[in-house]
């Protein structure tokens, strides 16, 4: 009998990280589900360190590197479940993650995918900031139309819809999720977000610059989405090398605004100040400076319109 839920993992050189994602997996309060295991070709001991584990409920399978978006795609057409959870290699999910998100798609059969809000980690696993955004479909595709809305790993969606629109799309190195989720907004899925941090996600210096470079691939993404299947031509085959010093500055900026998010007002100068030490022209750095002078009530008032213009669609 078909498990009700197929996890997707994908592993690149995590043999630092596999074991506590795996973990988070298989203790699950929610247990009918398939752990689909793809070893993107790591050179490290990633693939002894998954084999290190007895659990039936695992498949494991070693690929040649090809990158996440084929990965994930061998990984769907191997999937029996129902719905199809994501989890990257280097995260983890709190242990009623998966309880939770059945209980909304059976509280509501129209859902088709269900996210939920994230803690942001550093490599060590220390706590940085957490990630809220709307919960209902309708600020959820509004914010769709400007920026991806979800985490990928904390997403569940529907396999049935997933096949609807041909996966996940390959000529993407980077940005997949987003394409996708572009790709089912318009063929009429119903999106939801459950408003609780059941997932944590790592981030390094190095992907938050990769996470800029995303940022600027937007709005070709989603015009080449929008596109019918077979008059997409947009592709991102590499990732465009960023200096140290840009690295740096956007690793303290992004720290910075996760701490002033959850009012950690000290914690954020320190970090924005670092930012333009690293690169003077982040403009954004010097700003969220002042930001962190102003008044609490000033302060709240003005991250209140920052957070409605971001569940609007609209940047800032």
Known sequence: MAPQISVLMSAYNSSDT??????SILNQTFTDFELIVMNDGSTDDTE???LAFSDDRIRYFSLDHAGLTKALNFGLGEASGEIVARHDSDDWSQQERFEIQMLSFAEDSNLTLVATWHNVVDVDGDYLGQKRTPVDDDSLKSMLRWRNPFCHGSVAIKRSALNQVGGYNESLLYSQDYDLWVRLGAGGATFTCVPEALYNYSISPGSIAKGWLKLGNQESLRNNA???ADQREYAITEIPAIGNRRTNSLWHYGVGSLALDDGRRGRAFGRFLRSLL??????????????VFL??????????????RRESGQDF
């Open 18 to 23: 596999i074991e506590r994602a795996m973990s």
């Open 48 to 50: 002894k360190k998954i």
């Open 226 to 228: 929008l596109l019918p």
């Open 278 to 291: 690293s690169d003077p022209m982040n403009w954004r750095a010097a700003v969220k400076i002042g930001t």
């Open 295 to 308: 008044p609490r009530s000033g302060a709240s008032l003005l991250f209140r319109k920052v957070k409605n």
